[in-house]
């Protein structure tokens, strides 16, 4: 018994030492490449007049040009009366982590009410989507209003307040008592995290 204990623990350890020789082999081989994942850089956008460029990235640059899709949905706004696009498809070059693509707004259609669209990535090769595929555009109406931030930039010590403008499409910033509404605040494109180092 002891004879065929050793025979097979001889041979248990040879198998092993076959796997580790695979094993090992296998830290040669070249690593495998990861797909890119797309998605807008921003989740909403508002445009008056004239042209606003909408970026796409990607997490990690492709090893060569992706082209990738784009799709308008809306149920008021209307591609030639209302909008144009530049180009139905955004390039990102080999190498790069991120393209662009413009809307522009045709002037002689604006009318007294907001116009909104839905902004769509399809699938396609080399890349896959990412969370936010899609992005949503406001084309300002006679009735809208531009809101932005009155400065570019702040140090935050503490607290700090930040002021906002708001003005109608004639550059006018006074705001009817009856009209109420709210503004999305996103601290993106910051390596400060919300709940961990800041709060709002």
Do not use: H, W
């Not at 065929?4 to 695979?22: D, E, N, P, R, Y």
């Not at 503490?158 to 605040?185: C, H, K, R, W």
């Amino acid at each position: 018994m002891k004879k065929f204990s050793v025979k097979m623990l001889a041979m248990l350890l040879v198998v092993f030492q076959g796997i580790v020789a695979v094993s090992c082999s296998n830290d040669d081989d070249p690593k495998v490449k990861e797909t890119p994942k797309v998605s807008f850089e921003r989740p909403s956008y508002a445009l008056a007049t004239g042209d606003i460029e909408i970026k796409v990235t990607a997490d990690v640059a492709p090893e060569t040009n992706i082209n990738i899709p784009v799709s308008v949905v809306s149920q008021n706004a209307k591609e030639g009366t209302d909008y144009t696009l530049a180009s139905k498809t955004v390039t990102i070059k080999g190498g790069e982590t991120s393209g662009i693509f413009t809307i522009s707004r045709i002037d002689d259609s604006v009318g007294e009410d907001n116009l909104e669209m839905t902004v769509n990535l399809g699938e396609g090769d080399g890349y896959n989507l990412g969370l936010r595929n899609f992005v949503t555009v406001t084309l300002l109406g006679e009735n809208g209003y531009i809101v932005s931030f009155t400065d570019a930039s702040a140090r935050i010590n503490g607290d700090q307040e930040f002021e906002i403008n708001i003005a109608n499409m004639d550059g006018f910033g006074t705001l009817p008592a009856e009209d109420v509404f709210s503004i999305e605040v996103d601290p993106e494109g910051t390596t400060a995290v919300e709940g961990t180092s800041l709060y709002l």
